[in-house]
């Protein structure tokens, strides 16, 4: 699996769109498709300081996360990723899917505002790594900057 070449499928379908649901949809797809060792990939939108699921790829999750709360909640609150090698050790975290071991979420910022989160779920312990932090934040720049048009 190569971050360029994601990248590039996902600049091809995002290019033109600037529907926020759409190009959320198609992301998680395109994240789904490319990553190994995943089972959840996805979006949360702050709505009255709080996380509201939206598009994903995988079983059933969370339909509201405050602000602060679990890996989701702290990363939109720090405005900063968070990588967790075992969501087990993580103070407060929310298990959506019992099989998750590890998560990785990006804060979205948009005109310095958090406008919601990027985030990813492995079985395996320790799955993310920091050329993934790197990858998915530039996935998570890539869906910011087609909101723009």
């Not at 490319?34 to 300081?49: C, H, S, T, V």
């Not at 090698?85 to 310095?112: K, M, Q, T, Y």
């Amino acid at each position: 699996m190569s971050y360029s070449d994601l990248l590039s499928d996902l600049t091809g379908l995002l290019d033109g769109e600037c529907d926020p649901i759409a190009n959320a949809a198609n992301t998680a797809a395109v994240i789904w498709q490319y990553l190994p060792d995943i089972n959840w990939a996805g979006f949360y939108f702050l709505k009255r300081q709080q996380l509201v699921l939206g598009p994903f790829q995988g079983k059933p999750a969370c339909v509201r996360i405050p602000m602060g709360a679990g890996v989701c909640g702290a990363a939109a609150a720090s405005r900063h990723t968070i990588v967790v090698r075992d969501v087990h050790e993580f103070p407060g975290h929310i298990a959506c899917d019992s099989a998750s071991n590890s998560e990785i979420v990006i804060p979205l910022i948009r005109n310095r505002r958090v406008i919601g989160v990027l985030d990813i779920d492995s079985p395996r312990i320790g799955r993310f790594t920091e050329p993934d932090r790197a990858g998915c934040e530039a996935i998570a720049a890539l869906y910011l900057k087609s909101l723009a048009g």
